[in-house]
């Protein structure tokens, strides 16, 4: 079993100036407690779940190479880029550099995009949902052609690329691991089957049939289910290692692989996950 940090929040005391030294400490502890993965929220502006829209937030991966540069094994990655936010060329060239510049540790989190106010307030179109899984899906074949090498014309319905060249090409291959997130049972899952190496769900309730709805995509699509790494995102209101160790063992009954726990606000997780992450690793194999 894996365990990964997520955090959504980068309101740290001190103001603007305290945001890097903060961030930076949560990297550093996450990497050192043998944390799997590192996640960042590919928004603009705060969201309403966790803030305000005037709530300090990041752009993602100038803050994932950021992070990169001072950690030595954790993987890196958004949960996740909406679609709509960046060309795919130009995103698969920003994965593709993240990940030569940590080392092959870095991940394309993608899914179909869903938060129209911050989209509307930075002018970035922000089409209708039909028009944003069509144009999720070329994303993604453009990103397997990318990474694959082959420059030859990608002429889709939204998007043309003359020469799609992507040099130099990842560290880690094929291609570093293509996550998307959502748990639409007609589309998104199926895409997951056809094109990613992992998903993302929420842990609630639903997570079982989600899990069960892959699984028959797959089937479908002709795809062996367990090469997909199912992943799901949680919350803790009291975090502690016996919480943890239960949330972990919980969700790897309902066939989990990787548990990412979300930070709150005030809250600090690395150093409680890396004890519950020595604990469940007795319990659970890991890569499970």
Same mark, same amino acid.
């Given at each position: 079993?894996?365990?990964?940090?997520? *955090?959504?929040?980068f309101t740290f005391p001190g103001g603007p100036e305290q945001i890097g030294p903060a961030f930076g400490r949560i990297a550093r502890e996450a990497d050192q407690a043998g944390l799997h993965s590192l996640w960042v929220m590919d928004h603009f502006f705060q969201i309403t779940m966790v803030g305000p829209p005037e709530d300090p937030m990041l752009e993602a991966y100038s803050t994932l190479a950021y992070a990169a540069a001072l950690t030595e094994r954790i993987t890196l990655g958004t949960m996740v880029t909406g679609v709509t936010y960046r060309h795919p060329g130009i995103l698969v060239k920003t994965v593709t550099t993240l990940d030569v510049l940590s080392g092959g540790r870095a991940w394309l989190g993608i899914g179909a995009a869903w938060n129209e106010?911050?989209?509307?307030?930075?002018?970035?179109?922000?089409?209708p949902t039909a028009e944003r899984f069509e144009r999720l899906e070329e994303t993604l074949r453009?990103?397997? #052609?990318?990474?694959?090498?082959?420059?030859?014309?990608?002429?889709?319905?939204?998007? #043309?690329l003359e020469r799609p060249l992507n040099s130099p090409q990842s560290v880690r291959r094929p291609h570093p691991p293509i996550l998307i997130g959502g748990g639409g049972e007609k589309k998104t899952l199926r895409f997951v089957a056809k094109y990613a190496d992992a998903c993302n769900l929420f842990d609630g309730d639903e997570l079982p049939r989600k899990v069960d *709805?892959?699984?028959?995509?797959?089937e479908r699509e002709g795809r062996d289910y367990t090469e997909i790494e199912k992943t799901a995102l949680t919350f803790t209101q009291e975090p502690s290692v016996d919480a943890? *160790?239960?949330t972990v063992g919980r969700l790897a009954e309902r066939g989990i692989d990787q548990v990412i726990f979300s930070q709150g606000a005030g809250q600090d997780l690395a150093g409680?996950?890396?004890?519950?992450?020595? #604990?469940?690793?007795?319990?659970?194999p890991a890569g499970r």
């Amino acid at each position: 079993m894996r365990i990964g940090l997520q *955090v959504p929040s980068f309101t740290f005391p001190g103001g603007p100036e305290q945001i890097g030294p903060a961030f930076g400490r949560i990297a550093r502890e996450a990497d050192q407690a043998g944390l799997h993965s590192l996640w960042v929220m590919d928004h603009f502006f705060q969201i309403t779940m966790v803030g305000p829209p005037e709530d300090p937030m990041l752009e993602a991966y100038s803050t994932l190479a950021y992070a990169a540069a001072l950690t030595e094994r954790i993987t890196l990655g958004t949960m996740v880029t909406g679609v709509t936010y960046r060309h795919p060329g130009i995103l698969v060239k920003t994965v593709t550099t993240l990940d030569v510049l940590s080392g092959g540790r870095a991940w394309l989190g993608i899914g179909a995009a869903w938060n129209e106010e911050e989209s509307k307030g930075l002018g970035v179109a922000f089409p209708p949902t039909a028009e944003r899984f069509e144009r999720l899906e070329e994303t993604l074949r453009i990103a397997h #052609q990318m990474w694959k090498g082959d420059e030859s014309p990608f002429q889709g319905e939204y998007y #043309q690329l003359e020469r799609p060249l992507n040099s130099p090409q990842s560290v880690r291959r094929p291609h570093p691991p293509i996550l998307i997130g959502g748990g639409g049972e007609k589309k998104t899952l199926r895409f997951v089957a056809k094109y990613a190496d992992a998903c993302n769900l929420f842990d609630g309730d639903e997570l079982p049939r989600k899990v069960d *709805v892959l699984r028959e995509h797959c089937e479908r699509e002709g795809r062996d289910y367990t090469e997909i790494e199912k992943t799901a995102l949680t919350f803790t209101q009291e975090p502690s290692v016996d919480a943890a *160790v239960d949330t972990v063992g919980r969700l790897a009954e309902r066939g989990i692989d990787q548990v990412i726990f979300s930070q709150g606000a005030g809250q600090d997780l690395a150093g409680i996950l890396g004890e519950a992450l020595a #604990q469940t690793e007795k319990i659970v194999p890991a890569g499970r």
